[in-house]
């Protein structure tokens, strides 16, 4: 059974910092990209990055680049997302995702975590 358990998230101040984690189980992962996905209250949920598992190729939304990054931990089967020079818009609550390298659909969600940005 595939799990995907997110922490790390919390309270910060605006221009402040915080690190994401995934902890994937439950199957081989190699051939799998990783996600992040936030959803603010009254929006539509939106992605934020991806990685590839084995070639570790990275993706982001353009209102991220330069301010976050996503890796992965092959030995921890864990995934994660380092947010930098946040702002009050990033919050969110933010939700690991796993797909399959060959289709577009997002298969395996986590719970999520909250990340609130204060101005």
């Known amino acids: 059974q595939v799990q995907l358990v997110e922490s790390g998230g919390g309270l910060v101040q605006a221009g402040g910092s915080l690190r994401l984690s995934c902890a994937a189980s439950?199957?081989?992962?190699?051939?799998?990209?990783m996600g992040w996905f936030r959803q603010a209250p009254g929006k539509e949920r939106e992605f934020v990055a991806s990685?590839?598992?084995?070639?570790?190729?990275?993706y982001y939304t353009d209102s991220v680049k330069g301010r976050f990054t996503i890796s992965r931990d092959n030995a921890k089967n864990t995934v994660y997302l380092q947010m930098n020079s946040l702002k009050p818009e990033d919050t969110a609550v933010y939700y690991c995702?796993?797909?399959?390298?060959?289709?577009?659909?997002?298969?395996?969600w986590g719970q999520g975590t909250q990340v609130t940005v204060s101005s």
């Open positions: 990685i590839a598992w084995s070639s570790g190729f990275t």
């Open positions: 995702a796993a797909r399959l390298g060959t289709t577009t659909v997002y298969e395996y």
């Open positions: 439950g199957r081989t992962f190699s051939r799998y990209t």
